[in-house]
C-alpha cells in the first residue's frame, strides 16, 4: 500500500512518545462498552460498527454495560463546543470542562479525545469530542468512525497521526482502510504477552519484534 510507514523501532517509538519526550503507552484494561451521542441511528451503527472492527483486531472484547460507568467509550458529536456545557454530568467526568471548552474554542478544533485509567495504567474510560463544522461533515462517517476508532484502542502519542493519518484509500475501489502497519502495532500492542500500560521506551522493541507486517504491502 503506497504511503505506508516505514516501520523502524524508532518509528513505533515516536508513535507513543509524547511533546515532553516521554514515552507513554496505555491500551484497554476492560472490554469496551460504546455509546454515541448526537448522531442518527445509521450514523450510530456505523460508528459502533468501526469500534467493534478495530476491537476485533485487537483481539480485545466489547460488552454491554461496564459495572463502574454503563458505556466506558463516549462518543460526541455535536455543532459547537459550547453544546457541552450543557451536558448533564459531563464536568463530573471530564475535570475543568468549562476551561478546556475555551480553550478548543479558542483552538477552533474541531475534535479532543481524553482518557482516564486505572490503578495499573490500563485505559479505564475514553472520551471523543467530534465537532462537525463544514469540513468535518464533508467527512463520509465510516472514515471518521475508523478514524476515532482506531485513536481510541491505544493511547498514542499527540503527534503520532498528525503529518500521516493512520488510514488509507484503496486506489481500486476507494475504499478507506486502516494502514497495515497501524493495524499491526494494533495486533501487537494487545499481544496477551504484553503489559497493559508502560513508560519506558525499551516496550516500543517489543511491539516492533511482534510486527507481522506483508512485505509486499
Known amino acids: 500500500m503506497t504511503g505506508a510507514l516505514a516501520m523502524t523501532p524508532e518509528a513505533v517509538e515516536n508513535l507513543f512518545t509524547n511533546r515532553n519526550g516521554n514515552y507513554v503507552f496505555a491500551r484497554w484494561g476492560r472490554p469496551i462498552v460504546p455509546i454515541v451521542f448526537g448522531v442518527e441511528d445509521q450514523t450510530l451503527a456505523t460508528v459502533k460498527g468501526a469500534i467493534e472492527a478495530v476491537a476485533v483486531l485487537a483481539g480485545h472484547q466489547m460488552a454491554e454495560t461496564d459495572p463502574e460507568l454503563g458505556a466506558n467509550l463516549m462518543v460526541f458529536f455535536f455543532r459547537e463546543w459550547d453544546e457541552?456545557?450543557?451536558?448533564?454530568?459531563?464536568?463530573?467526568?471530564?475535570?475543568?470542562?468549562?476551561?478546556?471548552?475555551?480553550?478548543?474554542k479558542a483552538g477552533d478544533a474541531t475534535q479532543y479525545r481524553a482518557f482516564r485509567f486505572d490503578d495499573q495504567g490500563a485505559i479505564q474510560?475514553?472520551?471523543?469530542?467530534?465537532?462537525?463544522?463544514?469540513?468535518?461533515?464533508?467527512?463520509?462517517?465510516?472514515?471518521?468512525a475508523l478514524g476515532q476508532a482506531v485513536q481510541t484502542i491505544l493511547l498514542w502519542s499527540e503527534a503520532a497521526f498528525a503529518e500521516t493519518s493512520p488510514l488509507a484509500v484503496l486506489p481500486d475501489s476507494g475504499a478507506t482502510v486502516l494502514r497495515p502497519e497501524i493495524a499491526a502495532i494494533i495486533a501487537a500492542a494487545y499481544d496477551r504477552m504484553m503489559p497493559v500500560a508502560a513508560d519506558d521506551s525499551s516496550h516500543a522493541l517489543r511491539i516492533f519484534a511482534r510486527l507481522r507486517l506483508d512485505p509486499e504491502g
Open 125 to 144: 474510560a475514553a472520551f471523543v469530542f467530534l465537532r462537525m463544522n463544514d469540513e468535518m461533515s464533508r467527512i463520509p462517517a465510516e472514515t471518521l
Open 84 to 104: 457541552l456545557l450543557g451536558v448533564p454530568d459531563l464536568d463530573r467526568l471530564i475535570p475543568d470542562l468549562a476551561p478546556l471548552v475555551a480553550r478548543l
